[in-house]
């Protein structure tokens, strides 16, 4: 029996995908638990959770864009940095709004 194979993913799919995988992992691993606290002090207060855990997040982006670009040298650079960084924007906007509906109730 022949089993019908899935079609074959071209490479901007596969890095996309990738894409999303690694940046969630770095987003577990760093502004994630921040969705249940209270809306913080201003970013630049010092030792502001928030500011150190959003700054790596963002360090571990940059850095995941980087491997990318390398990994996937036929999309466009400016692709990868684009669709790293709306990612990380959306990812943030989404924690600080919840942040801030958890500072109202």
């Known amino acids: 029996m022949i089993l019908p194979q899935s079609p074959k993913k071209d490479e901007q799919t596969l ?3 990738e894409m999303v995988w ?5 987003y ?6 921040f969705r249940d606290s209270l809306f913080p002090p201003p970013v630049n207060y010092p030792g502001n959770p928030w500011a150190d855990a959003s ?3 963002h ?4 850095q995941i864009g980087d491997r990318l670009v390398k990994k996937y040298p036929n999309i466009s650079e400016g692709f990868i940095r ?3 960084e709306m990612r990380f924007q959306g990812l943030v906007t989404s924690v600080f709004n919840q942040m801030r509906t958890n500072a109202q109730q």
């Open 15 to 17: 890095c996309k995908e």
């Open 22 to 26: 690694l940046i969630d992992k770095a």
């Open 28 to 33: 577990h691993s760093t502004i994630y638990s």
């Open 55 to 57: 700054t790596a997040f």
């Open 59 to 62: 360090d571990q982006v940059v």
């Open 82 to 84: 684009q669709e790293t």
